[in-house]
Nanobody, 124 residues
Framework: QAQVVESGGGLVQAGGSLRLSCTAS????????MGWFRQAPGKEREDVSC????????VYADSVKGRFTVSRDNAKDTLYLQINSLKPEDTAIYYC?????????????????WGQGTQVTVSS
């Protein structure tokens, strides 16, 4: 059964950093581009970042460019998101999922192997 498990969230002050992890199982992790998504209270889930199956390309939402860095370790079936210079507006539940479309195109979507996510809360 395909699944992902996100971890690494927490409560941090504005300007702080976190490193999120996503461990995958039950599917061929290195066959897929992988994405990070987030959902803030009262808002729809939005794309955050996407990385190619072999780390050959990365894509970021404008709101996180320069502050977030996505990476992956295919040997460990694990996806990472380094988050720096956190802002209160980054407060959300963060999810990872394999991406349906190859190449992380604009508007990429997730194959719905959703985990429970990891909560990131940024205090001002």
């Amino acid at each position: 059964q395909a699944q992902v498990v996100e971890s690494g969230g927490g409560l941090v002050q504005a300007g702080g950093s976190l490193r999120l992890s996503c461990t995958a199982s039950g599917f061929a992790f290195d066959d897929y581009d992988m994405g990070w998504f987030r959902q803030a209270p009262g808002k729809e889930r939005e794309d955050v970042s996407c990385i190619g199956w072999n780390s050959g390309y990365t894509v970021y939402a404008d709101s996180v460019k320069g502050r977030f860095t996505v990476s992956r370790d295919n040997a460990k079936d694990t996806l990472y998101l380094q988050i720096n210079s956190l802002k209160p507006e980054d407060t959300a539940i963060y999810y990872c999922a394999p991406v349906r479309e190859a190449g992380c195109p604009s508007g990429y979507s997730a194959i719905g192997y959703w985990g429970q996510g990891t909560q990131v809360t940024v205090s001002s």
